[in-house]
């Protein structure tokens, strides 16, 4: 671990994330696969019960990275849908700082997955399985330790795979990334074409690892017959996030540095460099929706096409958090791809009238900020 950064408090990066050639069971048209599961259209009382959701209550479910930003909202989504949790963490990133009220209400198996026994005995028994352990920092990081963040990220996701295999559960979901894609393709970028060329230069090693493992999940979803979706985030915030110094992702970062009071803010790069940002619970919610639906036969697109430049978030940022805040941009630092977008037809048309992005962007700054206000008062 020792390079590896470490949570703790602390400029700006902006961190985010086709397989190659045709992967088995590519197909030209958009496929959510159907698996052989009840879709029952809840029952009136069902309504009593908004917490909970027929398909989840009383199954087991392993989440790898449970206490990670996104872990964590899966898994309360998990708890408050009645699934019995199987929270999967080596606490090397993620902690229970911030998510103290699930304990109790999971079961904790800590286990580092980059030990290959370890990670089939921390899935046992499961009957699904989110695998999201990862080790992904801003740019600033990724870049210089390509090969660490290529071989580590590789690593685990084999072990998880082979713990997927060797387990069985009735389906698995894994976490790729928009890193996978190149930085001279098309915008926005679309999971319905074969990729060719490079990742994304920023996250070359990450990317990589991240490609591996979706020809890999096809492969075993192939081979094992396990339904194996495979999800590729664009750049995910939220609440609960454990800080990683210069490391850390973008509007976390950002969102400390401005309440702790910076002034003038340092952006990396143009500052005109342009994302789209999803809430954690969002991304959490549309994991768990497509388990549900059925799987998806390759990588699918979890992000939005609308993108918000660099400097138009914190500005943003500032006005919701009512903070009067000045703007300098690091040209020296790297930036990533110009525009980050993402063509979402083929979760939309899967999806269907279940899709939808329940937290807006200003919603979630909104979100952002008074939780960064209510869990360090002191800085507010
Ligand atoms: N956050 C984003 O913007 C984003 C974008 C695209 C893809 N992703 C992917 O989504 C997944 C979840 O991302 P996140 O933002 O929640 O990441 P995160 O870093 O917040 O959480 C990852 C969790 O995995 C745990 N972990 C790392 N190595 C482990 C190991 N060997 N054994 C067990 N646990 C281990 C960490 O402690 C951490 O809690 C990752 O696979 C990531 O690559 C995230």
Redesign the pocket.
């Known amino acids: 671990m020792g390079r590896w950064p470490v949570p703790a408090t602390g400029s700006v990066a902006v ?3 086709d397989p190659p050639d045709e992967p088995p069971g590519f197909t030209a048209e958009p496929a959510v696969k159907p698996v052989a599961k009840e879709f029952t259209v809840s029952p009136p009382e069902a309504s009593l019960r908004p917490l909970m959701n027929s398909f989840y209550e009383g199954k087991k479910v392993a989440v ?8 964590s909202f899966l898994c309360e989504e998990l708890v408050a849908r009645g699934a019995q949790v199987i929270l ?7 902690s229970w700082k911030y998510i103290g009220g699930l304990k109790g209400q999971v079961e904790y198996r800590q ?4 030990d290959p026994k370890a990670a089939v005995d921390s899935v046992a028994g499961a009957e699904y399985v989110f695998h ?5 920092y801003g740019v600033g990081f990724s870049q210089k330790n390509n090969f660490e963040m290529f071989r580590f ?1 590789d690593l ?1 996701n084999t072990n998880a795979l082979d713990a997927i295999a060797a387990n069985k559960p009735q389906q698995a979901l894994v ?5 996978v894609y190149t930085d001279e393709g098309p915008t926005p970028m679309s999971d319905c074409q074969p990729i060719s060329g490079e990742p994304e230069r920023v996250n070359w090693g ?1 990317g990589w690892a ?1 490609r591996i493992l979706e020809q890999k999940a096809l492969i075993y979803q192939k081979e094992t017959g396990i339904p194996i979706s495979v999800v ?6 939220g609440e609960h ?2 800080w990683v110094g210069d490391s850390s ?1 973008a509007i976390p970062m950002l969102t400390k540095r401005l309440l702790d009071g910076e002034n003038p803010m340092v952006i990396w790069g143009t500052g005109n460099q342009r994302r789209n940002y999803i809430h ?1 619970l969002d991304c959490a919610r549309i994991m768990l929706q497509i388990v549900e639906n059925g799987y998806f036969e390759r990588p699918v697109n979890l992000g939005r096409e609308e993108t918000v430049s660099v400097k138009e978030l914190v500005q943003r940022l500032a006005e919701l958090a009512g903070i009067k805040t000045e703007l300098v941009c690091d040209r020296t630092k790297p930036e990533g791809r110009f525009i980050k977008s993402a063509d979402s037809k083929l979760l939309m048309a899967a999806l269907g009238d279940n899709f939808d992005w329940k937290i807006s962007l200003g919603e979630g700054l909104k979100r952002m900020i008074d939780w960064y206000r209510q869990t360090f008062s002191d800085k507010s």
């Open positions: 961190s985010d994330s790898t990275g449970g206490l990670g930003l996104i872990g999967i963490d080596d606490e090397s990133k993620g286990a580092d997955i980059a999201l352990a990862s080790r992904a990220n685990v976490v790729s990334s928009s890193c990450y991240k590729r985030p664009f750049n995910i915030y996030y454990n992702q954690g």
